[in-house]
């Protein structure tokens, strides 16, 4: 089965989404699964991955009560403030609902590059792995350092790097390194997945072409490998720059010359395997 790995919902309003601000008034409307669901059937997707896009317990509830009652939603990586004392009782309001797979925080958003390292955020990461949470790696290339040694400190806990960590597509082959550098150094540990998702709002939102992505899927696919890539849409934030089908495209052409066994890995194996979803 074909799973969209990476998207978002919400009931916008502007107090709830303050990141979603000038120049974004595409997204700043509800976005629901009943808008998702056509543009999943259309690309052979029979489900998805719902990915936190607040930082709020009652965002991490109305997801897996929308999960509850859409099939199509395989999993949720929410979110719980996994720096604070009583983060194992947030975890145990959750873990007995069926869709709920992982944590993430908005780390790219943390002025300190070494955030993920700090001694209360690493306590409450070493409560997922016990549970079966993966933890989803939200960052920027500065911060590719830091999560390099967290896989080390923590190598029975499942990272799935989101959206490559964010290269500076826009600004062309020069800017590779020392992106390159790190998510090859991030890709040496086992415990690491990557999504190959939101590379198109890293681009020229009005002039990009899929040739554009190459090169860092080039990468990722040299360091990780199919069975440690995974394909996400980032839908609705992708709408900025492109369509569903534009996102879906620059994977499944890219994909298309491997193997039929590497391309179910990376158009739904992947993330099936290291969310634990089920059918």
């Given at each position: 089965?074909?799973?969209?790995?990476?998207?978002?919902?919400?009931?916008?309003?502007?107090?709830?989404?303050?990141?979603?601000?000038?120049?974004?008034?595409?997204?700043?409307?509800?976005?629901?699964?009943?808008?998702?669901?056509?543009?999943?059937a259309?690309?052979?997707c029979?489900?998805?991955?719902?990915?936190q896009?607040?930082?709020?317990?009652?965002?991490?509830?109305?997801?897996?009560?929308?999960?509850?009652?859409?099939?199509?939603?395989?999993?949720?990586?929410?979110?719980?403030?996994?720096?604070s004392?009583?983060?194992?009782?947030?975890?145990?309001?959750?873990?007995?609902?069926?869709?709920?797979?992982?944590?993430?925080?908005?780390?790219?958003?943390?002025?300190?590059?070494?955030f993920?390292?700090?001694?209360?955020?690493?306590?409450?990461?070493?409560?997922?792995a016990?549970?079966?949470?993966?933890?989803?790696?939200?960052?920027?290339?500065?911060?590719?350092?830091?999560?390099?040694?967290l896989?080390?400190?923590?190598?029975?806990?499942?990272?799935?790097?989101?959206?490559?960590?964010?290269?500076?597509?826009k600004?062309?082959?020069?800017?590779?390194?020392?992106?390159?550098?790190?998510?090859?150094?991030?890709?040496?540990?086992?415990?690491?997945?990557?999504?190959?998702?939101?590379?198109?709002?890293?681009?020229?939102?009005?002039?990009?072409?899929r040739?554009?992505?190459?090169?860092?899927?080039?990468?990722?696919?040299d360091?990780?490998?199919?069975?440690?890539?995974?394909?996400?849409?980032?839908?609705?934030v992708?709408?900025?720059?492109?369509?569903?089908?534009?996102?879906?495209?620059?994977?499944?052409?890219?994909?298309?010359?491997?193997?039929?066994?590497?391309?179910?890995?990376?158009?739904?194996?992947?993330?099936?395997?290291?969310?634990?979803?089920?059918?």
């Amino acid at each position: 089965m074909r799973i969209d790995a990476h998207q978002h919902f919400w009931r916008y309003s502007a107090a709830d989404y303050p990141w979603i601000g000038p120049g974004m008034e595409r997204l700043a409307w509800d976005h629901l699964p009943a808008d998702l669901a056509p543009l999943l059937a259309a690309a052979g997707c029979g489900g998805s991955v719902a990915v936190q896009a607040r930082q709020s317990v009652t965002e991490t509830r109305w997801l897996l009560d929308l999960a509850d009652s859409h099939s199509l939603i395989k999993g949720v990586v929410g979110w719980v403030d996994l720096r604070s004392d009583d983060v194992g009782e947030q975890l145990a309001e959750f873990v007995g609902r069926p869709a709920f797979v992982g944590v993430r925080h908005v780390v790219q958003d943390e002025p300190d590059p070494r955030f993920l390292l700090g001694d209360a955020f690493i306590r409450g990461l070493g409560q997922l792995a016990p549970l079966g949470l993966a933890y989803d790696l939200l960052l920027y290339p500065s911060q590719l350092p830091a999560a390099t040694e967290l896989a080390t400190r923590l190598p029975h806990q499942t990272f799935v790097l989101d959206h490559l960590a964010k290269p500076r597509v826009k600004e062309g082959p020069q800017s590779l390194e020392p992106w390159r550098r790190d998510v090859v150094a991030l890709a040496r540990h086992g415990n690491v997945s990557c999504k190959l998702s939101g590379l198109v709002t890293e681009a020229s939102w009005r002039d990009w072409s899929r040739g554009d992505f190459a090169p860092y899927l080039e990468i990722a696919l040299d360091a990780f490998g199919p069975d440690r890539l995974m394909f996400g849409s980032d839908w609705p934030v992708c709408l900025l720059a492109a369509d569903y089908t534009d996102v879906t495209g620059i994977v499944t052409d890219f994909v298309a010359r491997l193997s039929a066994t590497e391309q179910e890995a990376i158009l739904g194996g992947t993330a099936a395997r290291r969310y634990g979803l089920a059918e």
